[in-house]
């Protein structure tokens, strides 16, 4: 018999730890500083650390197999033995690494964005011949490190159709192939793991299947039945929630509510309630709690969604509305907040109490009055909108900027960031810390501009940059700088793998008190007669990569944010910067994922860009940036930015956006070295990828970059590839001049 599910969950909880223990020991053992006993002891001690946390706040639901060394979506590959062959490895811990950062001569697997997150998950590669079989190590393991605390655990895995709609074909896969092809042999894995999960007695598992609220076609709703009425039917089996998150299920909620399965979990924040009443009958996972953002939950609000909820379907658990991966773990830290703004926000374990008092009201047997902090807050409403201006046509701009700036054909120049050495995070925590004084910490600074300037200049590169030793991220450095931004101490994201970031509370009206990176631009120029780029985050990805204030409209923000680049972009010009670049890294992270609200979004959205960007003179050259997000989905809204250069992502993909760029019209770097990869690229690796990129791109229009910033890369890394870059276009230079 089916147990009951508890009152109250959450989908998924950080897993980096409060002081980000998980990638500091990521790094060692990658780095070859501690063993990987070490590793799995401090993986052991953060899984052990938050199921007592969770436990010892009241929740009744606890999640396991949300942790991961690198990504959930590699870790469900490797559980269905889903390896390309070239990674494989006497070492299983090897193999897992090898796939998601590459090996000696062995490219990583493809990344891309998590949906509409700025999470990035590893692309498994599934193709007709791929071999599935069962390694059900892992979630077994962590449902008996959770026993060994006393605790039961309802084990987490991606679902099988959200899997394969996430896959790529591998390349020797035929024309018409689609990893949703083999749904059926999947979902026979599926079966032999659930009947293992049920021998160890686990009641309950979830399957997340986030791919269903975006649109579908008949076909792959015909899978979702087919899948789940498979696995529903299964004799030897836990109790199944198939969990959706990010939006509405639409469609597929009739589809999920005519198959066995006994739960299923809807986002009560992003989606709605509509069509509920199909799910009579089985058990409601209402995520009524923000797994999303920082603020507090509108109890009044929750509550009321959650009676109706139950009063139509039956049976109501209280929730988060996804996974708390993407939220800090714990705003209690942030002592240097703003009183008035730290309450209200929460962070992990703040919402995880809000469940849990949501759940003990939703019963009508609360514990203790809810505090105040769950009441709505009235926030201060103001909007400034702006109507983008054009710039003069490309052909004329090129001619001008070809004039002024006299680069030669196939210049190299690199994203913005160079590494950041240990001494200068030491130095910056020692700043804030009040250990150094502003003129030490800047001397410092100028130092590193200095030594980077030299660097680019004796590698041959022909469009530099002042290398952002000044910054500790691209979004929260203009945030400290901006009226309406707060900035936490303790805020850590995962991002990918080791790196996490901090995201600012957007939670103001936004302004520019003064210039911010100019005198940083004008002393780098002052070093060189090459051209220095000024290097901006553009207003979509300042927004997207924040947590925002909920009382204006995503738009009515954007386009707060970009006056205030408008007005750097115009000091910069005034400073004699003549390459200016704008990074939207996040402008197709943003788009809705459902077809029928994207294109208003697409259309403000480059609107605001070419607002920021639309003051520049024409002599001045405008370069953008985007990475790992599938910009090949929206290429005509990145043409309609308007940049005079536009670098992507493409050594990783192996220049899969390649194929559909066609005649784009302006300047292109298709990026030829994997920055998130400790893998230097040779010269001919590097003049294979751009000869590529040549059928496609012209010449005089083909820029050479990496894919992305350096910050992450050593330096000894860095020399070795730009080196190569260099090496690799001066030779295409010969063949094309």
Same mark, same amino acid.
């Given at each position: ?36 006993? =070490? ?11 938050? *199921? ?35 990674? !494989? ?95 059926? =042999? ?38 979702? +039945? ?50 509920? =009443? ?22 009044? !609000? ?27 773990? =714990? ?12 309450? !209200?926000?929460?962070?992990? @374990? ?138 936490? !101490? ?29 005198? *940083? ?23 997207? *990569? ?42 197709? @992270? ?42 090949? @989905? ?57 000869? @590529? ?22 330096? +000894? ?21």
């Amino acid at each position: 018999m089916t147990s009951s599910f508890p009152a109250s969950t959450v989908l998924g909880y950080p897993r980096i730890g409060p002081d980000r223990e998980l990638k500091r020991a990521l790094e060692a053992y990658w780095e070859g500083r501690s063993s990987r006993a =070490d590793l799995e002891e401090t993986a052991r001690r953060l899984r052990g650390d938050t *199921w007592r946390r969770l436990a010892a706040l009241g929740l009744e639901g606890l999640p396991s197999n949300t942790f991961s060394y690198y990504d959930q979506v590699l870790d469900t590959a490797v559980l269905l033995g889903a390896v390309p062959g070239r990674y !494989r490895h006497d070492d299983d811990l090897a193999t897992y690494f090898a796939m998601a950062r590459g090996a000696e001569g062995i490219a990583p697997l493809r990344m891309t964005k998590w949906f509409d997150t700025n999470y990035h998950y590893i692309v498994p590669e599934i193709g007709p011949d791929t071999v599935f079989s069962l390694d059900a190590a892992k979630p077994l393991a962590e449902v008996r490190e959770a026993r060994a605390l006393g605790l039961e655990t309802r084990p987490v895995l991606v679902g099988p159709v959200t899997f394969l709609l996430l896959s790529q074909a591998t390349p020797d896969s035929p024309d018409g192939f689609a990893p949703l092809d083999r749904l059926d =042999d999947v979902v026979e894995v599926y079966a032999r793991l659930l009947a293992e999960l049920a021998a160890e007695g686990v009641g309950w598992v979830q399957l997340d299947e986030p791919a269903l609220v975006t649109d579908r076609t008949a076909a792959e709703l015909a899978a979702v +039945e087919a899948a789940y009425g498979r696995l529903g039917r299964l004799e030897n089996r836990p109790a199944l929630l198939v969990a959706s998150y990010f939006g509405d299920l639409g469609d597929a909620l009739p589809v999920l509510a005519g198959t066995p399965v006994e739960a299923v979990g809807l986002d009560l924040v992003r989606g709605t309630a509509h069509g509920v =009443d199909a799910l009579a009958g089985k058990t409601v996972v209402a995520g009524v709690v923000s797994g999303r953002d920082v603020w507090r939950a509108d109890r009044d !609000r929750a509550l009321a969604t959650l009676r109706a909820a139950r009063e139509r379907a039956g049976r109501v658990v209280v929730s988060t509305s996804c996974s708390l991966l993407h939220v800090p773990y =714990d705003v209690e830290r942030e002592t240097g907040l703003d009183p008035a703004l730290r309450r !209200r926000l929460a962070f992990a @374990e703040q919402k995880v109490a809000e469940v849990v008092e949501l759940a003990a009201l939703l019963a009508a047997t609360p514990r203790r009055h809810l505090p105040e902090h769950l009441a709505a807050q009235e926030r201060p409403h103001t909007s400034r909108v702006r109507t983008a201006q054009g710039r003069a046509p490309y052909a004329v701009r090129a001619a001008a900027q070809a004039e002024h700036l006299k680069l030669p054909l196939l210049p190299v120049t690199t994203i913005g960031s160079f590494p950041q050495t240990g001494e200068l995070r030491r130095a910056r925590a020692a700043l804030a810390a009040g250990e150094i004084g502003e003129a030490a910490y800047e001397s410092m600074v100028r130092a590193e501009i200095e030594q980077v300037i030299a660097l680019q200049e004796r590698l041959g590169l022909d469009v530099l940059v002042h290398g952002e030793p000044e910054r500790n991220d691209m979004v929260q450095y203009f945030a400290e700088h901006l009226d309406g931004f707060a900035v936490t !101490r303790h805020g850590w994201v995962q991002s990918y793998g080791s790196r996490c970031t901090r995201p600012p509370i957007l939670h103001g009206d936004v302004r520019r008190p003064e210039p911010i990176t100019v005198r *940083w631009a004008r002393h780098a120029q002052s070093l060189t007669s090459k051209p220095v780029k000024g290097m901006l985050t553009g207003p979509v990805t300042i927004v997207a *990569w924040s947590f925002v204030r909920d009382d204006l409209t995503l738009r009515e923000v954007v386009f707060q944010v970009a006056d205030a680049v408008r007005e750097e972009v115009g000091d910069l010009e005034d400073a004699g910067i003549r390459v200016i670049q704008v990074d939207e890294p996040a402008l197709r @992270e943003l788009v809705p994922l459902r077809r029928a609200e994207q294109a208003a979004y697409l259309e403000w959205a480059v609107a605001a860009y070419r607002w920021a960007t639309s003051g520049a003179s024409e002599h001045t050259q405008i370069h953008t940036h985007l990475c790992y997000s599938d910009a090949d @989905e929206i290429l005509a809204a990145i043409d309609a930015l308007d940049a005079d250069v536009t670098s992507i992502e493409s050594a990783r993909s192996r220049g899969r956006l390649l194929g559909a760029v066609g005649a784009f019209p302006r300047g292109l770097g298709p990026g030829v070295y994997d920055i998130h990869s400790p893998r230097v690229p040779g010269a001919d690796e590097v003049e294979r990828l751009l000869t @590529e990129a040549l059928r496609t791109v012209p010449a005089e229009r083909l820029w050479v970059n990496p894919d992305c910033g350096l910050k992450t890369r050593s330096y +000894e890394q860095v020399e070795a590839a730009l080196a190569n870059v260099v090496e690799a276009a001066a030779r295409l230079r010969e063949r094309y001049a």
